[in-house]
């Protein structure tokens, strides 16, 4: 009984981090973007700093999969379980890279004379934030289904993206003078873009995790 | 840290520990000397055996046949006599011995093998006298004499049970894996018997003979109505024949000082000769595997 | 995609398009050996296994796998009639080898357990010599016309078994001088000599140190190109190596047979996960 105990409380410990990694990233991500809309310096470098310590976070839970591996020899839905954590500490560690990329934008910006703010690229924030909160609570209830759901959501995210991409790239041919501006705005969508498809990725771990299925590269 | 703590770190010893060994040491003693007084007393004997027999101990004793008292005589046709007498013995209740407990060990299940193996403790205790009447009246009164033959039946029929529950024992203590291992690879069951288990309960089962011819060599009573003893050398199975437990018995019991030590004498040479028995059985026997 | 895309390949290791992709698609189930169906077994009143209903396929490694006493033990000694040797034991059901029921009154069991060879928890070597111990099943069999062949064929069994290199300056000593997993492999070997087309393993390895566990599990593994293996095992690690596919026995009842990886990443019984995963009970 004592094996399964310590077993679980492991179990648990590791889902606790992967968690925690989540809820920082997830906090980067909204850092970053207020930081960019209210043109705050100071904010923007906080998030990069706070960068050491996600790195951190991702290479603990590296070590305690390993670990568990290793020693425990998880099989079934604990194996399922670990090998989505150590996939997804990755994920969530460049979810972060991403923001700290935002933030670096933001200072860059901040040198240059306010440009307006794209709605689109608020809402394609918006959303992207929370798809990865959605994903993280589909994580921690195994839940396929809310996990297939978020996936579909991506659609969204890329459709503002598209939609931004042809803005700029008209803003850049009318006004030429605020180019680097426009393309600056554009890797921050990008960004985002590329955040989306993390959280994507991780959503298809929860369904790997829940169901066995490996739905990768089918929808 | 309270009193009794505190008395167990000045004495070396904590209490518990030191009225352990005490009594450990103590037992100890006991046993060893339970074990001296034993052993002490069988070689008392075994000495005592000895120093009044080797006296009377000569080639000539141990070839010539008995003489009137002051001619000297020997135990020849008596050593020649017992050695007939267990073979006849051994050549019935050794095989007979053996399959019955094999059939007990490997076969016998159910009422009648429960029946068989009550039976056979049963003749375990028979006071071995009673042997001795029972083979008088079937094989002596129909035969209208004493023979070697009805001596060896009655030695038989001591050594049988004694043979069946040791040989039983022996192959209990076979591992069945060794049966299912034989069993696995197609043997037939009689294969595995004779082919695995006999051979792997061997020694045991020839510890357990020797035994029984240890223990009939000693018998004097059942022959006394059986094969009754001879004075003379005879090789024929349907006369009296001699033994050394009879001639001891004979002897010692006479009121010649001559006969008491040669009965000293035959003794020393039928301990001799259940002790090479003994020798030679188990070095035949030997594990080799 | 693949015929546009892929460099062309010498026409000679090309399967015709159609052919391959069946194979691809759905995989031709590999033929019986063994079929069981609707097996009871009862050991006095009490009934042991529960409808029992399993086919192994030939030439592949079948783990049993399973809490003590769930029946997986018995469950094997049904497929060489082992337990006949139990006294009130009793089988109901069926079980073909090749087709042919084995419970079948016509049936010889000798002929059976000659092709249904079996390997035990202990290591049971008689009191006998390396060789008579290989040779014990070609003599009682009479396989075997010469003395050469007979060494021969003992010869072939301990390679086959990996162990003539260490015995093969020994034959003719004890076999109770040999390590426990020596033994063992003795055991294999002497099983291995009256060639059989099914091996039944109770737990072969599980007294075994971890370097004679590992070659017996290499062993396995090789042997699986020529004979159909089942195995009990308790250690569950072993079963993920050594097996094609594991049964899960519970309380005598087969709860879930399916391929090795997906009973060890994802079971369909959540009672088979519960047990692989150590929160039995």
């Known amino acids: 009984m004592d094996y399964h105990r310590h077993l679980d409380d492991e179990l648990n410990e590791l889902r606790d981090r992967v968690l925690l990694l989540g809820g920082e990233a997830e906090r980067a991500l909204e850092r970053a973007m207020h930081a960019l809309a209210a043109r705050d310096d100071s904010i923007a470098r906080e998030v990069l700093s706070h960068d050491d310590e996600i790195d951190r976070l991702e290479v603990e839970i590296d070590r305690q999969c390993i670990d568990l591996i290793a020693l425990r020899q998880p099989a079934a839905r604990d194996l399922r379980f670990v090998i989505s954590a150590v996939k997804m500490a990755p994920l969530l560690e460049r979810i972060a890279d991403h923001a700290c990329n935002i933030a670096r934008a933001t200072i860059d910006l901040n040198t240059e004379p306010e440009i307006k703010l794209s709605a689109s690229l608020q809402r394609m924030a918006d959303h992207a934030s929370s798809m990865l909160r959605a994903a993280l609570d589909a994580f921690t209830a195994r839940d396929a289904m809310a996990a297939r759901e978020i996936i579909k959501r991506d659609k969204e995210i890329n459709d503002l993206y598209n939609q931004l991409f042809h803005d700029l790239i008209a803003m850049m041919v009318s006004e030429p003078s605020t180019a680097t501006r426009d393309a600056r705005l554009l890797f921050v969508a990008k960004h985002m873009e590329r955040i989306g498809d993390y959280v994507t990725d991780i959503c298809e771990l929860t369904v790997y995790m829940a169901e066995a299925a490996i739905i990768k590269h089918i929808h | ?289 | 995609m693949m015929s546009a895309t892929t460099p062309k390949i010498p026409s000679q290791f090309t399967l015709p398009q159609d052919q391959s992709k069946a194979s691809f698609v759905s995989t031709p189930a590999a033929p019986a050996k063994i079929t069981v169906s609707d097996l009871d077994f009862y050991y006095g009143r009490s009934q042991a296994l529960f409808q029992i209903t399993l086919s192994i396929p030939e030439r592949i490694v079948m783990a049993l796998i399973g809490p003590s006493g769930c029946g997986k033990s018995t469950f094997l000694r049904t497929l060489n009639r082992m337990n006949d040797v139990i006294p009130a034991t009793r089988v109901e059901g069926q079980v073909t080898i090749d087709g042919n029921d084995i419970y079948d009154p016509g049936t010889d069991v000798v002929d059976l357990r000659r092709r249904v060879g079996m390997v035990f928890q202990k290591s049971n070597p008689f009191p006998k010599s390396i060789f008579d111990n290989v040779a014990y099943g070609l003599r009682i069999n009479r396989v075997t016309k010469s003395k050469t062949e007979l060494a021969d064929r003992v010869e072939q069994a301990l390679k086959d078994a990996a162990l003539w290199s260490e015995a093969k300056d020994r034959l003719h000593q004890s076999a109770l001088g040999l390590s426990g997993g020596q033994q063992q492999r003795l055991c294999i070997a002497r099983a291995l000599a009256i060639r059989p087309e099914v091996i039944l393993m109770d737990e072969p390895a599980s007294a075994l140190d971890p370097i004679a566990t590992s070659k017996i599990e290499e062993l396995i593994v090789d042997l699986k190109q020529q004979y159909t293996i089942v195995i009990v095992t308790h250690n569950m690690q072993q079963a993920a190596r050594v097996s094609d596919t594991t049964a899960f026995f519970l309380l005598g009842k087969l709860i879930e047979v399916n391929p090795t990886e997906k009973i060890f990443t994802a079971p369909d019984q959540k009672v088979t996960e519960d047990y692989i995963t150590g929160r039995f009970g």
């Not at chain 2, 011995?97 to 003749?123: C, H, K, N, P």
């Not at chain 2, 001559?258 to 594990?287: C, D, P, S, Y």
Request: overall charge positive; charged content about 15%; glycine content about 10%.
């Open chain 2, 1 to 289: 840290m309270n009193v009794t703590e505190e008395l167990r770190l000045k004495s070396k010893l904590p209490r518990g520990d030191r009225h352990r060994r005490v009594t450990s040491a103590a037992m100890t003693a006991f046993t060893a000397a339970c074990t001296l007084f034993a052993v002490g007393v069988l070689l008392v004997i075994l000495a005592y055996i000895a120093w009044q027999g080797i006296g009377s101990v000569s080639l000539r004793f141990l070839l010539d046949s008995p003489r009137p008292v002051g001619e000297g005589g020997g135990i020849g046709n008596a050593i020649l006599g017992s050695i007939v007498l267990l073979l006849l013995s051994s050549s019935a209740g050794m095989p007979l011995g053996i399959s019955v407990g094999v059939y007990l060990s490997e076969f016998g299940r159910g009422r009648f093998a429960s029946l068989l193996r009550f039976v056979v403790d049963t003749l375990t205790g028979i006071p071995s006298i009673v042997t001795g009447v029972f083979v008088y009246t079937i094989v002596v009164l129909p035969l209208k004499h004493f023979s070697a033959l009805a001596g060896g039946i009655a030695l038989a029929l001591i050594m049988i049970p004694i043979v069946a529950r040791t040989t039983e024992e022996m192959i209990k203590l076979v591992p069945q894996s060794l049966r299912e291992g034989a069993l696995a690879l197609g043997a037939p069951q009689w294969r595995v018997t004779l082919g695995v288990v006999i051979p792997a309960a061997a020694s045991g089962i020839a510890t357990g003979a020797m035994l029984a011819v240890a223990r009939v060599s000693g018998e004097t009573a059942p022959l006394l109505f059986t094969a009754f003893g001879s004075r003379f050398f005879s090789h024929y199975l349907d006369q009296p024949i001699a033994s050394l437990t009879v001639q001891i018995y004979s002897y010692a019991i006479s009121p010649y000082d001559e006969w008491h030590a040669q009965a000293w004498a035959a003794t020393l040479v039928l301990m001799t000769l259940i002790l090479g028995i003994n020798i030679a059985v188990r070095f035949f026997t030997r594990k080799k595997f």
